[in-house]
Structures are given as C-alpha cells and as structure tokens.
C-alpha cells in the first residue's frame, strides 16, 4: 500500500518533534545563560513596575472598617464562604463601596464591588 504524501510529512512531523522531545527531556537541552536570564527579569521586573504605576492608588488607607457582624447578619451565606476563603482576614470595606449607606437603608440602598487590583 502506497502512503500519500500527507502522510508522510505527517509522520515526518510526528518522529521529529518526538525527537525533539527527547533531547529536551533527557538533559541535551543547553542550561539558559545566566546573563539572558538576568536581563530577561530585569526587563520584566521594568514592566511590573510600569504596570503598578498605571494603576489607581489604593484608597486602603482611607477605608474606614465595616463591622463584619453587620454585614454576616444579613448575609450567612458570604459568611461561610468568606471565613473558609483566602480573603478571610480581608474586611467588607475593602472589596465593597457604600455599606454605611446600604445599612442604613435595610439593605435597599446598593452596595458597589472593588475589581481592581488596586483594592489588593
């Protein structure tokens, strides 16, 4: 039975890139050079700082706490999600805008939700 000639390149293909592979996983593969690799975290150590720049200022510092068993009276639910998840020592006021205003309106008034990393 005569192969087509896609079949061909295709096992071609397969048996080269096995090859490759191979030498990758089997230690043929060159360390990087240390130098590359300094300047390559030197360039992107440039670019986190250019990227925290051009981010808003965290208003952290300004926030003023929410009683979190205000907020875990109405909302059981958040609660236990809340206390099992890594933002457990996070308070409400840090990721949520308006809950003085939310509370005093029993809840009838919306409560805004911080994405930004800022808020972080």
């Not at 390149?9 to 490759?20: E, F, G, M, Y």
């Not at 240390?34 to 030197?42: F, G, H, I, R, T």
Request: net charge positive; charged share 20%.
């Amino acid at each position: 039975m005569k192969r087509s000639f896609t079949a061909m390149r295709w096992q071609k293909w397969v048996l080269t890139t096995a090859s490759a592979l191979f030498m990758v996983t089997s230690g043929f593969a060159k360390a990087p050079d240390p130098a590359v690799v300094k300047a390559q975290d030197q360039r992107t150590q440039a670019t986190v700082e250019q990227i925290k720049a051009a981010l808003p200022k965290t208003t952290a510092s300004k926030t003023t706490p929410a009683d979190v068993a205000t907020c875990y009276a109405c909302h059981k639910d958040i609660k236990e999600f809340h206390a099992a998840s890594k933002h457990a020592s996070v308070n409400c006021a840090q990721c949520h805008t308006g809950a003085d205003d939310h509370v005093a309106k029993d809840g009838k008034a919306p409560i805004g939700t911080r994405t930004d990393h800022a808020a972080c």
